[in-house]
């Protein structure tokens, strides 16, 4: 595992490895469900006008990453770790909503999403 820092996931030497990303907000991964992190191959670093199709202006980020099936926001990003691999295990998560059992607390596989995984 290589930790990197935000802008040396721009070299371009680093398309097509694995990386692991951690995000500042939750968001909701192709799946359906909410993570803070995503896991798969870099393929690519866009700009805006590339990935939206628009010139976004100061306030918002101008530049993408796309990781497998995502593509995350570059001002999401909060940390990079090159990776071949990660374990994806169950996570205990607490939650407002009681479970079936009445433990307040709910299962879920894991706060990574991993974007290779062919839905």
């Known amino acids: 595992m290589h930790g ?4 040396e996931i721009l070299k371009k ?3 097509g ?3 692991l990303l951690t995000t500042d907000c939750w968001f909701i991964a192709p799946d359906g469900q909410q993570y803070k992190g995503v896991f798969g191959t870099l393929k690519g670093i866009c700009g805006d006008e590339e990935t ?3 010139k976004t202006n100061r306030g918002s980020t101008n530049w993408y990453v796309e990781v497998g099936n995502m593509c995350v926001a570059g001002c999401q990003v909060h940390y990079v770790v090159q990776t071949d691999s990660i374990v994806l295990t169950p996570t205990e998560n607490h939650s ?3 479970d079936t059992e009445g ?5 879920k596989l894991s706060l990574i999403y991993n ?3 062919v839905l």
């Open 4 to 7: 990197l820092r935000r802008n």
């Open 13 to 15: 030497d680093n398309i």
């Open 17 to 19: 490895k694995t990386f």
């Open 52 to 54: 939206l199709g628009i």
């Open 96 to 98: 407002e909503d009681e």
């Open 103 to 107: 433990s307040g607390k709910m299962n």
């Open 115 to 117: 974007a290779d995984e």
